[in-house]
Nanobody, 117 residues
Framework: QVQLVESGGGLVQPGGSLRLSCAASGSVAKFYVMGWYRQRPGNQRELVAQIHSGGDITNYADSVKGRFTISRDNNKNTIHLQMNSLKPEDTGVYYC??????????WGQGTQVTVSS
């Protein structure tokens, strides 16, 4: 079984920055896709960014390209999401996801990000 522990959410003013982290522990598969999703008020959960364990392949939602950067520490099965130039529309609950290839995926508990003046 895999556990995901998220950290780094909070309140920030528009134009500010936050860094989210997600650490995976337990029976983590060798190959997986790990990433962040978010659920904004009144919207469905959507992909923000993801990264592959087997290389430096990343994928971003169009709305965050150029502002957010996803990275990983392979030795620790940890990913980070550096969020810059935050906008009020980035407000929402951010969920970490680990999707092992061919196996059920795991979700974190979610962390609140609020962008407001």
């Amino acid at each position: 079984q895999v556990q995901l522990v998220e950290s780094g959410g909070g309140l920030v003013q528009p134009g500010g920055s936050l860094r989210l982290s997600c650490a995976a522990s337990g029976s983590v598969a060798k190959f997986y896709v790990m990433g962040w999703y978010r659920q904004r008020p009144g919207n469905q959960r959507e992909l923000v960014a993801q990264i592959h364990s087997g290389g430096d392949i990343t994928n971003y939602a169009d709305s965050v390209k150029g502002r957010f950067t996803i990275s990983r520490d392979n030795n620790k099965n940890t990913i980070h999401l550096q969020m810059n130039s935050l906008k009020p529309e980035d407000t929402g609950v951010y969920y970490c996801n680990l999707n092992p290839i061919g196996l059920p995926d795991t979700w974190g508990q979610g962390t609140q990000v609020t962008v407001s003046s």
